[in-house]
C-alpha cells in the first residue's frame, strides 16, 4: 500500500468512526441512542448495522454487489471508488444515510445524487419477493440505487428505484463515464461509443494495454462468465477486469503464458490477401486466453469462456479510466 493510500483509508476510518460515535455518545441514555439509531433521512437501515456494512468494505471482507437487481453498472464505479478512495465511498455512504444527498465534483464533472422516498421505501418490496434468498444489502441498494435513480437519462425517470426497475436501471454508457468523471477519471482509452455495436477482439485486446495503469471497466454478454448464447438486449453486463490479475493468453497455444495487450502485432500476422479483415482476429480465435473479472461481488471471477474466439460476440466495449486521485 502506497503512503497516499494509507492515508486515504486512515481517512476513511476516522469518517466511519465518527459516525459511528455520533450514535452513542457518552453519557446518551437508551432513548437518545435509540433515536440516534435512525437514518435522519428515513433509510430503513440502523447507524450501527450500515457502520458493520462499511466496516467490512473497509476491510475488504465485502464488496459492492447487486444480487438480482440490475446495478452492475453502479457496482462497478463504486468498486473502483472503494478501491482508490476509499474516504469517498464512506463519505458518499454516511452523507445518504445522513442528509440524503451528495455530490461528486471534481473538475472533470459533478453527479448529484438524492435519496427518492421511493428507492428508500423499495427494498422492504424486494425483500418480499425474495423470501429465503439472500437480499441485497442496505449499504448496497443504498449507494447503488441513489446513484442510479438520480442519474438516468430523462428527468421524468428520476422518481426513485423500484422493484420493477429493470429496464429504467439499466446504466448506459454515457452515464458511466459520467459517474468516473465526477470522480476525477476522464477515459484514455473509449470503446464503447454509444454501445449499439460489438467491439471485436482488435480493441479488447488493445484496451488490455493498459491494464497496470488503469480501471478498465467493459461491457459484456453475461455468457462470456455463465456459458451460453449471446443475446444482445437481455444479457448486457458491466464488470471490471480485476486488477489484481493480469489477462493473460498463449500464443498459438503454446510456450508460456504472455500479457494480453501484447497480441497486437499478432493481428497483423495474415497474408497479404487477408489484411482487410485482420482486425477480426481470426487467426487468433483458438488461442487459450485467462480473464478475470470483479462482479457479482467477487474479485477473481474467471470467465467460463476460454478462448480469444469467445470474445466478439461478447464484447460491446468498454473504457480504461485512469485511478482515481
Excluded at 437487481?69 to 478512495?85: E, W
Excluded at 461481488?297 to 464484447?315: C, N, Q, S, V, Y
Aim: net charge positive; aromatic share 10%.
Amino acid at each position: 500500500m502506497t503512503a497516499a493510500a494509507f492515508e486515504r483509508m486512515n481517512h476513511a476510518r476516522a469518517i466511519l468512526q465518527r459516525f459511528a460515535s455520533a450514535g452513542r455518545p457518552a453519557g446518551a441514555k437508551p432513548p437518545s441512542v435509540s433515536a440516534l439509531q435512525q437514518s435522519p433521512v428515513g433509510w430503513p437501515v440502523a447507524r450501527d448495522d450500515l457502520v458493520t456494512q462499511i466496516d467490512a468494505r473497509l476491510r475488504g471482507t465485502s464488496m459492492p454487489r447487486q444480487l438480482a437487481t440490475s446495478y452492475c453498472g453502479p457496482a462497478a464505479f463504486l468498486y473502483c471508488i472503494l478501491k482508490d478512495r476509499p474516504d469517498i465511498y464512506v463519505s458518499y455512504a454516511v452523507a445518504l444515510w445522513e442528509t440524503g444527498h451528495y455530490t461528486f465534483r471534481t473538475g472533470v464533472g459533478h453527479v448529484e445524487v438524492e435519496s427518492a422516498d421511493r428507492t428508500k421505501a423499495s427494498l422492504a418490496a424486494i425483500a418480499g419477493r425474495r423470501r429465503g434468498k439472500e437480499q441485497i444489502s442496505h449499504l448496497d441498494w443504498m449507494t447503488m440505487a441513489a446513484l442510479s435513480a438520480s442519474t438516468r437519462p430523462l428527468s421524468a425517470l428520476r422518481r426513485g428505484a423500484g422493484p420493477d426497475d429493470v429496464g429504467l436501471s439499466i446504466t448506459y454508457p454515457w452515464v458511466l463515464k459520467q459517474w468516473f468523471q465526477a470522480g476525477g477519471s476522464r477515459p484514455q482509452v473509449d470503446s464503447m461509443g454509444l454501445g449499439a455495436l460489438k467491439s471485436g477482439l482488435f480493441m479488447f485486446a488493445n484496451l488490455m494495454r493498459f491494464w497496470r495503469s488503469h480501471w478498465l471497466v467493459i461491457q459484456i454478454d453475461s455468457s462470456l462468465v455463465t456459458t451460453g448464447t449471446p443475446n444482445t438486449f437481455e444479457q448486457r453486463h458491466w464488470v471490471v477486469v480485476n486488477p489484481n490479475f493480469q489477462p493473460r493468453v498463449r500464443r498459438e497455444g503454446k510456450g508460456p503464458w504472455i500479457a494480453m495487450g501484447d497480441i497486437m502485432s499478432d493481428f497483423w500476422k495474415v497474408p497479404q490477401e487477408q489484411v482487410v479483415r485482420a482486425m477480426e482476429g481470426a487467426h487468433l480465435a483458438d488461442w487459450p486466453m485467462e480473464l478475470s473479472l470483479v462482479t457479482w461481488g467477487k474479485e477473481d471471477f474467471r470467465t467460463r469462456m476460454t478462448r480469444l474466439g469467445d470474445i466478439p460476440a461478447r464484447f460491446y466495449g468498454g473504457y480504461a479510466f485512469p485511478h482515481f486521485r
